[in-house]
Nanobody, 123 residues
Framework: VQLQASGGGLVQAGGSLRLSCAASGRTFSNYGMGWFRQAPGKEREFQAG????????NYADSVKGRFTISRDNAKNTVYLQMNSLTPEDAAVYYC?????????????????WGQGTLVTVSS
């Protein structure tokens, strides 16, 4: 699976961004998908996951109620809508495809990764 993330940029605190991740190479709807982020000096952390159909999602506590993950299997694309952004949300965001069709939060279960897209939040 090849993944191409986009949509990052500079936004003011309180603003919104929508990240997109386009997949190619294999049957997209076979895989659970996830979004992770890595801030400077920190580990890569799970933010949101979605199962193959989009019927089940999971979020890190820090983004619940602010971020929404969704997918369009017809377009082979997964999205991350990010609202009420704070400077603590600034990071490189990565999309990833899981081995499983269900929702997973452990990065070890994601063998395919996109290149990352940078989100900067000004205070």
């Amino acid at each position: 699976v090849q993944l191409q993330a986009s949509g990052g940029g500079l936004v003011q605190a309180g603003g919104s961004l929508r990240l997109s991740c386009a997949a190619s190479g294999r049957t997209f709807s076979n895989y659970g998908m996830g979004w992770f982020r890595q801030a400077p000096g920190k580990e890569r952390e799970f933010q949101a996951g979605i199962n193959w159909s989009g019927s089940t999602t999971n979020y890190a506590d820090s983004v619940k109620g602010r971020f929404t993950i969704s997918r369009d299997n017809a377009k082979n694309t997964v999205y991350l809508q990010m609202n009420s952004l704070t400077p603590e949300d600034a990071a490189v965001y990565y999309c990833a495809a899981a081995r499983a069709a269900r929702v997973v939060s452990n990065s070890d279960e994601y063998p395919w990764w996109g290149q990352g897209t940078l989100v900067t939040v000004s205070s």
